[in-house]
């Protein structure tokens, strides 16, 4: 199983695409967008993802130009992936023939995957419900136990391991830090970065190793 995300900026630099300030835009700017609109399709192109509750304003110039939005991605083979529900959006690959991959594909390891797909069945298990997901970093070590017996019998080498897959969820916005220390959301885009059959593919393969 493999994530993908969009470009990313560098570590450090200032997220300009959520900004309240009115943008004035110069006489000779040949750009048909708003402001906003810009704003939002350079957020979605820099990845990982927009989240309604956290880029409001951004969200508002989705609501109003989602067709147009849509058509500029589309130039640039790629997808929007949004769910109002969840108050997510965010960009995949478009499905055409011969058209480049302008989303990278980061590899994920045997842990990485154990760890994506057992966050994804929480969010799932509370699919439909109002309230946040949360989960401690206990939790995901319980859960990833089994896996990393046959690797290490050293419990400072296997709590590396397992804070390698968190700080990976987290540099990727898969985990959002929460107030507790330790504790982490779950973002809802979880429930749409992978389709079923990839996950039940994946899962299988899982349980085949796990039973041996």
Not at 36 to 59: C, D, F, I, M, Q
């Amino acid at each position: 199983m493999s994530m993908q995300s969009a470009p990313r900026r560098a570590e450090g630099d200032v997220d300009e695409f959520e900004d309240d300030a009115v943008a004035v835009e110069a006489p000779d700017d040949p750009s048909e967008l708003d402001a906003p609109t810009r704003r939002l399709l350079l957020k979605l192109l820099n990845g990982p993802y927009v989240r309604a509750e956290e880029h409001s304003n951004l969200w508002t110039a989705l609501e109003v130009n989602e067709t147009v939005v849509r058509s500029r991605l589309a130039d640039l083979y790629l997808q929007l992936v949004l769910d109002r529900d969840a108050g997510v959006a965010f960009v995949r690959n478009l499905a055409v023939e011969d058209a480049p991959k302008v989303v990278r594909r980061h590899p994920l390891t045997l842990l990485d995957t154990v760890l994506v797909l057992y966050l994804r069945r929480l969010l799932l298990a509370n699919q439909g419900s109002a309230a946040r997901v949360f989960v401690g970093r206990d939790e995901i070590e319980d859960h990833l136990r089994g896996f990393l017996r046959s690797d290490t019998t050293d419990k400072s080498a296997q709590e590396a391991k397992v804070g390698r897959s968190i700080a990976k969820m987290t540099e990727n916005s898969i985990l959002l830090k929460a107030e507790v220390e330790d504790r982490w959301e779950i973002s809802p885009v979880l429930r749409l970065v992978f389709g079923a059959d990839e996950v039940a593919a994946v899962t299988a393969d899982l349980e085949r190793m796990a039973g041996q």
